[in-house]
């Protein structure tokens, strides 16, 4: 099982660096945030991937949390991506957060994996993904 998730996500990866120059002259440069309210001041959020889903551009981010002790009050982080994209609404899926308390007016969408809209992606373009 765990072959097969890694050759779909090899895959996918793929054909989104292919996208990435074919939207480059089709699209206008624009800036796409992330913003999570978190517990303290360790935790960073960072935009792994954004695809074009019909007539909406989902955003999918990923909360980690740096080695050592952190203000423990609560922040708000950030993470902005410069890139060629069609103007449409932006739905933020985040993976990670794993403290308890609601963060239902913040408008993002947590998840637990990718894997849980994984096929509607294959339904989509792939607009931009991080590289490492």
Known sequence: MKKVWLVMMLFSAMSCMGMQGNSASRY?????????????????????????????LWVVSELY???????????????????PAPALPVVHFVMGK????????????????????AEKFSQG????????
């Open 98 to 117: 794993t403290w308890g308390w609601s963060a239902k007016t913040d408008g993002n969408r947590y998840i637990h994996s990718r894997k849980e809209i």
């Open 125 to 132: 373009e792939c607009i931009y993904q991080k590289r490492n």
């Open 65 to 83: 949390r740096l080695e050592g002790k952190s203000s423990q009050v609560v922040s708000s982080i950030e993470d902005l991506v410069e890139i």
């Open 28 to 56: 206008p440069v624009q800036k796409i945030s992330v913003t999570v309210n978190v517990p303290d001041s360790g935790w960073r959020v960072r935009i792994l991937e954004v695809h074009r889903v019909k007539e909406e």
